[in-house]
Every structure is written in C-alpha cells, then in structure tokens.
C-alpha cells in the first residue's frame, strides 16, 4: 500500500489493506497467522512531518512457551509514526506495518498468564494435575508415565 505524499488531501487520509502473512513476510517458524493481515493507516501532513497512525489486527497460532500445548489469540498492534517528508514522496504504509509486527511480536506466548507448564523431572503438564514428583510416592510418578 504506497501513498504519493503530494496527494494526501488536508483533511488526511484513511486506507486499509489486507495480506496474507506470507505476502508480507512476517511468519516466523514458531508463530503462525491463522488469517490475513488486516492493515489499517489513517496518515495526515503537518508542515513538514507526516503522522501516520498504523494498526494492524489478526490471530496467530503457537506452542505455549511453557507446557507447550498449542494455543491462539489475536494479534493486534497500534502505533502512531512521525515521519519527515525528505524527498520521499511516496510512503509504504505496508512496510511500516511489516516493521510494527515483528517490533511487537511478544517475546514468550503463553496458553494463560498463570501457565504452570511441564515438570522438570518427569515432563508432566502441571497445568492438567500434580504430577506426585515431590512427594515419595512412586506409584503417582508411574501412573502419569504410565510405567
């Protein structure tokens, strides 16, 4: 989604553009877009700076960074960009969208804020039940490894 500087009317400017994940380069191996992208940039010119405000909005799929169960939510970022009009005079609002989503890629995904995730003893996921290996009750640990 290019924009010609010159012809941004007064009052701004509104568009909006959707893309798959691949079209923009911006899956990674352990993050997967599970819809398009939909990029949405109001842009207006003051003087010589162009306010752009950029949004973007899908859902991903992941392995939960802890217990490694899969796991989905929506992806979403908002960020307003001040840009100065150089001799630029055309704007691709879909590349600063590509930057704004790896910027806010988070930095572990959890299935839940509270994830206990897996055991390090046995691998167990504690978020499903206790899996015994702090107490001495060896037939707890069996039943769950299912010796």
């Known amino acids: 989604m290019k924009i010609v500087v010159n012809e941004i009317p007064r009052t701004g400017l509104v568009v909006e553009e ?23 940039a109001e842009v207006r010119r003051e003087f010589d700076n162009l306010h752009i405000r950029v949004r973007v909005n899908s859902s ?47 930095d572990r995904l959890l299935c839940k804020e509270d994830c206990k995730g897996l055991c390090s003893r046995c691998g167990w996921n504690l978020n499903e039940s206790d899996c015994g290996c702090g107490t001495d009750d060896e037939s707890v640990f069996r039943t769950h490894l299912k010796l």
């Open 18 to 40: 959707t893309h798959s994940a691949d079209e923009i380069d911006v899956e990674r191996d352990d993050i997967i877009f599970r819809e398009p992208v939909t990029i949405q």
């Open 60 to 106: 991903i799929k992941f392995n939960c960074a802890r217990c490694l169960k899969p796991g989905q939510r929506r992806f979403a970022c908002d960020r307003e960009i001040i840009k100065p009009v150089v001799e630029e005079n055309i704007i691709d609002i879909t590349q600063l969208a590509r930057e704004e989503i790896i910027l806010n890629y988070p």
